[in-house]
């Protein structure tokens, strides 16, 4: 192996990590739409995912639900979920 192959061997996986740690919110924003989307829900809408070592916050989540009696909406403001260590 020449040394430039296996820096290049090295640096990329490290490069390809980097990107996706630092576009967590939107890869964990994807997952929980396309969650959200296979369930009994009709309308998802949610903004303001903040993600960090010590919490998770969402500015806003609404939900829009068909009820056998008629529609529903839910929405909830500022949620706030706080890490800790086990």
């Known amino acids: 192996m020449t040394r430039r192959r ?5 640096l990329l996986p490290f ?3 980097t990107g996706i740690w630092f576009s967590r919110a ?3 924003a994807l997952v929980l739409q ?3 989307d296979n369930t009994a829900l ?5 903004s303001g995912l903040h993600i960090s070592r010590q919490r ?6 609404a939900v829009d639900v068909d009820t056998p009696s008629g529609p529903l909406s839910v929405a909830f403001g500022r949620a706030q ?4 260590r086990i």
């Open 6 to 10: 296996l820096i290049a061997d090295c």
């Open 15 to 17: 490069l390809l990590l």
């Open 26 to 28: 939107f890869w964990i």
């Open 34 to 36: 396309l969650t959200l």
């Open 42 to 46: 009709t309308a998802v809408n949610f």
């Open 56 to 61: 998770i916050e969402l500015a806003e989540l």
């Open 81 to 84: 979920i706080r890490l800790e």
